[in-house]
C-alpha cells in the first residue's frame, strides 16, 4: 500500500481498468443477447415473408408447381431484403436537414423514406422480371396490389367520388399515375412509408388538375363538404321524434 500512496494515481488507473473490463464483459454479454434475439426474429419473420409471398401467388391459381415455386422464392425474396435493408439503414445515417424543395425540415418519415430509397435498383429490377418471366400483365398488377393492399383502386374510388364528371383522359392520367405509385412502393417496407410514395404520385394528379381547368381545393372542399351534409342529415333522421 505505501508503494501505491505514491502513486495516487495508479489505483485510479487499475480501478479504472477493472470497471473498463466489467463493463466490456457485460456489454459483450447483452449483445451477444441481443444478437440471439435478433436471429430469432429474423427466423420468424423469414417465416411470415415467405407465408405471405406463399399467399399471395396461391391466389392466381396457376396450377404449376414450378412456377408457383420460382415465384415465392422470388418474392419472399424481395420482401425480405427489404426488411433488411429497412433495419440496416436507420434515420441516423441521414442528416436531420431540410427538405430543398420545401425548405422544412426533414422529418424521421422523410429520412427513413431517403434511406431506404438508396436501396440497389437492381433490387427492384429482379423482383419485376421475375414477375414478368412468368406471369401476366394482369397478374404482375396482383401481386403489386397485394403489396400495396388495392390503394390504386382505393384512391382512384377517392378521385372519382371528388371530380365531378371526370374524363376519360383524366382518369387515365390518374390511374397511371397511381400505378407508378404501386411499382415504387412495393420497395418500402411499412405502409407510413408506401402511403408516403402514394401521396407524391397524388401530388402530381392534383397538379394537373389545376393546369387543366379543375380547381383541386375547391373540388376537394364541395366534397368534404358534401359528406359532412350526409352524415349531418342522417344523424337527424336518426333522432327518435320528440
Known amino acids: 500500500m505505501r508503494k501505491y500512496a505514491k502513486k495516487p494515481g495508479l489505483i485510479c488507473t487499475v ?3 477493472a470497471t473498463t473490463m466489467s463493463f466490456s464483459a457485460h456489454a459483450q454479454t447483452q449483445a451477444a443477447a441481443i444478437s440471439t434475439m435478433s436471429a430469432e426474429a429474423k427466423a420468424k419473420s423469414d417465416v411470415d415473408q415467405e407465408k405471405k409471398a406463399a399467399e399471395w401467388v396461391s391466389s392466381l391459381n396457376l396450377n404449376d408447381v414450378s412456377k408457383e415455386d420460382r415465384l415465392k422464392t422470388l418474392i419472399a425474396t424481395h420482401l425480405k431484403t427489404i426488411r433488411d435493408w429497412h433495419n440496416e439503414h436507420l434515420i441516423t445515417t441521414v442528416p ?18 431517403i434511406a431506404n430509397s438508396a436501396m440497389p435498383q437492381s433490387v ?3 423482383l419485376m422480371a421475375g414477375l414478368r418471366k412468368d406471369l401476366s400483365e394482369e397478374q404482375v398488377e396482383v401481386i403489386l396490389d397485394k403489396y400495396t393492399v388495392g390503394k390504386v383502386a382505393f384512391t382512384l374510388k377517392g378521385y372519382q367520388a371528388i371530380v365531378p364528371n371526370m374524363t376519360p383522359e383524366e382518369e387515365a392520367f390518374v390511374l397511371t399515375n397511381l400505378k407508378l405509385a404501386r411499382e ?59
Open 15 to 17: 480501478l479504472l481498468l
Open 96 to 113: 436531420a436537414g431540410i427538405n430543398p424543395v420545401t425548405g422544412k425540415r426533414l422529418s424521421e418519415l422523410d429520412r427513413q423514406i
Open 124 to 126: 427492384h429490377q429482379d
Open 184 to 242: 415504387q412502393a412495393i420497395d418500402f417496407k411499412n405502409m407510413n412509408q408506401i402511403s408516403a410514395i402514394f401521396e407524391i404520385y397524388k401530388t402530381q394528379c392534383e397538379q394537373y388538375f389545376n393546369t387543366h381547368g379543375r380547381n383541386w381545393r375547391e373540388m376537394y372542399k364541395a366534397y368534404t363538404d358534401a359528406v359532412k351534409a350526409k352524415k349531418a342529415a342522417e344523424k337527424a333522421a336518426a333522432k327518435p321524434a320528440q
